[in-house]
């Protein structure tokens, strides 16, 4: 009897593409068997040293002479769709298991195809839009790349790099790594911040990485010639950056509007600023340090609420970079810090005071002293049988501070916490998490801390829910 061929693959039609991919799977190490109709390619074939036969796709004998059992996968890649659909016929009687990938002209006849028995169908002008597609993203990649050099470059002194007020891991790694990048530029900066580090996890974060923050309200901004901004976009929106500061380089994720600088990197399709930065440090090829890559891997990750929220594919491609890098200890010291007690106290307020209407809870925590409380409660909240979409408020100095989070897909929290405290405040944020500040002054001037607290109550529950289109009895 003769012997069977007994290959690895098994690649039907060595036309430019199959050929290619021939040569490939050979180059990496495979054992392969190329099939073709025309004699002169199988001859090209064997002259090149590769195992080729002449064959009809369409030609049922042409399979007996094959071990299936030991193929794992047979692409059938002729550019004729009809010859492709009878091959993958019969090569699924013979065989139930091996793995079938076939080639299509059109979208049409790619679910002929499928229920042919193939387990996965090429479409080339559908991997051509792909690739064309991923093309232009490099390319706007390198453009974008190009012109921060050139900003970063043109510094004369040193660099400023702002976070927004209360900075979180987000914001902290994204700063570290446009650091990194203005370093590999030959340009010293410092990570600037107003407001305090208290959130457990953050504080966590920066004394484990070891990160050095200026409170940049106890530095001379003069001492800088250029400022940068990460993971917001203007002075005095979510910060207390002085309005006459010019900044150069802005790059975010949260949605903004007439954003003027040297250098703006805003994009809304990512779950988190750190994956923009992280995206620049592969393409210009900066192996990130084990502090940088923790810092970003972590970024993202509480960024997206352990990728469960607004997480994006590039969200986990960039996290696929850095994880190699990546100090896992040091990420679980930083998630499970000692919770404070006045994060237990603010917790216990913001339940104590919820109010629910149908799926919306609202609820005031209370006077505080540290907001980044505020989204722990939410969260916490959200998680309530019933609860779609939470509201937490706390009163903080002379501003009221908001934290939102939403689970209902029909509405987009960022959108209504604009419309709602827009007009009084600044707001924003995602679909899924937002937040706003509102300065006190607009209550009058209440100074019994009960009174004002139903005051603010009342107006913030009115505002929220006519911007969700609940009608609030009086």
Partial sequence: MEEKFSHEYVVIGCGATGFSVVKELVKKGKKVLAIDISKERVEVLRDENYDAIVGDATDESLYQDIDFSKVSIVMVLTSDTEANKRAVEIIRSISKDVFIIARSQSSKTKEELEQAGAD??????????????????????????????????????????????????????????????????????????????????????????????????EVDLSIYDKFAIVDCSKPGVNNSIP???????????????????????????????????????????????????????????????????????????????????????????????AISTETLDVLATAIKNRQVYSSFLISFAGYITNRDVLPQAADFLLRLEGISTVLVFGILKDKIYISARNKDVRINIGEVLKKAFGDVGSAGGHAHSGGAQIPLGIFGDATDKDALAKLVTEAIKKRFLNALGVEVKE
């Fill in 120 to 217: 996965f169908v090429i479409v080339p002008s559908e991997a051509m839009k792909t690739v064309v597609l991923e093309v232009i993203r490099k390319a706007d990649t390198y453009r974008k790349l190009k012109l921060l050099g050139k900003v970063i470059e043109s510094c004369r002194g040193r660099l400023g790099i702002f976070t927004h007020d209360n900075p979180d891991p987000d914001a902290i790694s994204s700063a570290l790594a446009l650091k990194e990048i203005a370093k590999y530029y030959g340009v010293e900066s410092d990570i600037l911040y107003y407001g305090d580090i208290m959130h457990q996890e953050n504080r966590a974060m920066v004394n484990l990485l070891e990160i050095e923050m200026l409170k940049a309200d």
């Fill in 243 to 337: 309005q006459d500061i010019r900044i150069s380089i802005v790059i975010d994720h949260h949605p903004a509007e007439d954003v003027t600088a040297e250098f703006v990197d805003i994009r809304t399709d990512v779950g988190a600023c750190a994956t923009i930065l992280t995206e620049y440090l592969k393409e210009m090829r900066i192996t990130p340090s084990r502090t940088l890559a923790t810092a970003l891997f972590f970024g993202i990750k509480t960024e997206t609420n352990d990728f469960k929220k607004n997480t994006r594919t590039a969200d986990f491609l960039a996290s696929a970079f850095l994880y190699p890098f990546v100090d896992h200890e040091l990420i679980e010291k930083m998630e499970g810090p």
